[in-house]
């Protein structure tokens, strides 16, 4: 039997606020355990945790730019569940009343486009972290060490609808939402550092069938690539036990990445009952119109209506596309075409060698002392013909790494083109004269042999001729 | 009304006395009852609350302050390692 697949995600993402969700704490990765702790984030007897306003801001934009409903009243409620990294024995979310509903994010697999609808956004707090004893995870340990330096960090969670058709549509999804996240400055979404986390409830159903199949929750997604491979390994095993006349069982499962299979978990708490009510201790959040407003405004430009503005600029879909899913690039392609620059080029060398120097040296462009006029200066240089491609990337390079401006390396290093054609001519003769075998086989009709000749007088220059230039000059020279 | 006072004990992590259990049962049983007649007013006209009190939007601006309290809190766990709690075995198998 044929069967189709149903995915719906839901994905956390820890918020870039300075400080946790209810309390005053430093809301930072990589401290001391056990330091950014306080008596609300802990829980103690008669604390009053205080929400937030920052984080309800930026799960307002991204609600807005998820084409969600912001909702006029939205409570948070306690969520019940015992667990060692949960000191207060609840974790503070919404329930009933989230913070928006009803959206859609468009995403294109494999030229397809599709809208996925959002169930919901919501706020809650996230919970601590443990470190297992005795064994690498949770499974097998004898003991386990509890930090609550991330307890109480806040937590946006965006639920989508089960629209999601197969684990490929799931990691589009799931990386474009990314994306967008990222491009909101809402949170860094580093799968594997944990600030942005993708639960999955996987069902399938015979092809035409209306209704849904049981489905499984897959915990324990790691990466962006163990996304489809998650969903592949389940996706595989419903259909194996569906094929052979079997029931899928309603659980949680976790995925190992080194096996590339889940597994129920074992010892798992009897069904859910989360026993939620009321947070007494918060009021409603109801965001003022003229809140949402303001936050709306700030959104501006969306990734896929700047990719549609950059590929309008001439920029092949592919690179705006890259520029877009790094605002800081998109950003400084904007600026150095505002001073002259041509879209195109300016992609070209964002992409490539730029991207490639900070990979390389693990640093962000904002921080080289680069800024889009250098860039665009280059640019003008190497339009002139005052720079040849080859130097003008020595140049670059050479900006980079030590931050002077480019006319300053250029005028110091005197690695500009040579202009004057009665000296290009000079070596382009000196060039022959030392080749004679070479000039032979071009006399001789090898006419590729030119490539080796041109190479020789860019030796001779130190890459300071225009190529061009260099071929018409031996030309002239061979007589 | 009368309440499963094993499923709720379980959920809350209580383990009780048979006396316990029956003294609850008759208390959260009382309490249900209290629930249901407010059941049979008419509410047609009330909107839903979630709060007694007529307050909304209580929020604070983002600004972190260093942590105090910390070693107080720290001595609440029986069991210091690394400056960590320790914590038995979470899930047995
Ligand atoms: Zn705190």
């Given at each position: 039997m044929d069967y189709e697949t149903v995915i719906g995600l839901e994905v956390h993402a820890q918020l870039?606020?300075?400080?946790?969700m209810f309390c005053s704490c430093p809301n930072q990765f990589g401290d001391k355990p056990n330091t950014n702790i306080c008596p609300v984030c802990t829980g103690q007897p008669g604390v009053l945790p205080v929400t937030n306003k920052k984080a309800v801001e930026l799960a307002i934009k991204t609600a807005l730019a998820l084409n969600c409903t912001v909702e006029p009243s939205s409570v948070f409620a306690r969520k019940h569940y015992f667990y060692p990294d949960l000191p207060k024995n609840l974790q503070i979310s919404q329930y009933e009343l989230p913070l928006a509903t009803k959206g859609h994010l468009e995403i294109e697999v494999d030229g397809v486009k599709r809208k996925i609808g959002i169930t919901r956004v919501h706020l809650e707090e996230d919970a601590g972290k443990l470190v297992h004893q005795g064994a690498a995870r949770i499974m097998g340990a004898d003991s386990s060490l509890v930090d609550y330096n991330r307890t109480g960090t806040p937590l946006m969670e965006i639920v989508s609808e089960p629209d999601l058709r197969s684990p490929r549509e799931a990691a589009v999804y799931t990386e474009t939402l990314a994306n967008l996240l990222r491009y909101l400055a809402v949170t860094d979404a580093k799968m594997e550092e944990g600030s942005l986390r993708c639960d999955a409830n996987i069902s399938l159903r015979p092809k035409g069938e209306a209704k849904f199949g049981t489905k499984t929750e897959v915990k324990n997604i790691n990466s962006f690539r163990a996304i489809e491979k998650a969903l592949l390994a389940e996706e595989k095993r419903h259909e194996e036990v569906l094929s052979e006349g079997g029931k899928i069982t309603q659980e949680t499962r976790f995925f190992d990445d080194v096996t590339e299979t889940t597994t129920g978990m074992r010892g798992k708490e009897y069904?859910?009952?989360?026993?939620?009510?009321?947070?007494?201790d918060l009021v409603p959040v109801e965001p003022p119109r003229t809140w949402v407003a303001e936050i709306k405004a700030t959104i501006g430009e969306l990734p896929w209506q700047r990719k549609a503005r950059f590929v309008g600029l001439s920029v092949a879909g592919e690179a705006a596309q890259l520029l877009v899913n790094d605002k800081p690039l998109a950003d400084f392609l904007d600026a150095a075409v505002k001073l002259g620059a041509k879209a195109p080029t300016v992609a070209n060398w964002l992409i490539g060698d730029i991207t490639a120097y900070c990979k390389e040296n693990k640093k962000e462009l904002a921080g080289l002392n680069f800024p889009p006029a250098e860039l665009a200066e280059l640019l003008t240089l190497i339009e002139k013909g005052t720079l040849s491609n080859k130097i003008a990337k020595e140049v670059l390079f050479t900006a980079l790494q030590t931050g002077k401006p480019v006319k300053e390396i250029v005028a110091a290093s005197g690695m500009t083109q040579i202009s004057d054609e009665g000296e290009l001519l000079k070596i382009a003769q000196e060039v022959v004269k030392s080749n004679p075998k070479q000039v032979e086989q071009y006399k001789g009709g090898?006419?590729?042999?030119m490539m080796f000749l041109v190479g020789q007088m860019m030796k001779a220059t130190k890459g300071r001729a225009n190529p061009e230039a260099a071929t018409r000059l031996l030309k002239q020279a061979l007589g | 009304m009368r309440i499963d006072v094993d499923h709720v004990a379980r959920l809350a992590r209580l383990g009780l006395t048979e006396a316990e259990k029956k003294l609850f049962a008759d208390q959260l049983a009382a309490i249900l009852d209290l629930a249901a007649s407010l059941q049979?007013?008419?509410?047609?006209t009330v909107p839903p609350t979630a709060h007694a009190i007529p307050m909304k939007n209580v929020l604070r601006e983002d600004k972190a302050s260093p942590c105090t309290d910390v070693e107080a809190i720290m001595a609440n766990g029986p069991v210091i390692e690394d400056h960590m709690f320790k914590v038995p075995r979470i899930i047995e198998g």
């Open positions: 870039l606020t300075a400080s946790k069904a859910h009952d989360y026993r939620y009510f009321p947070e007494p090898k006419e590729a042999v | 049979k007013l008419d509410t047609e």
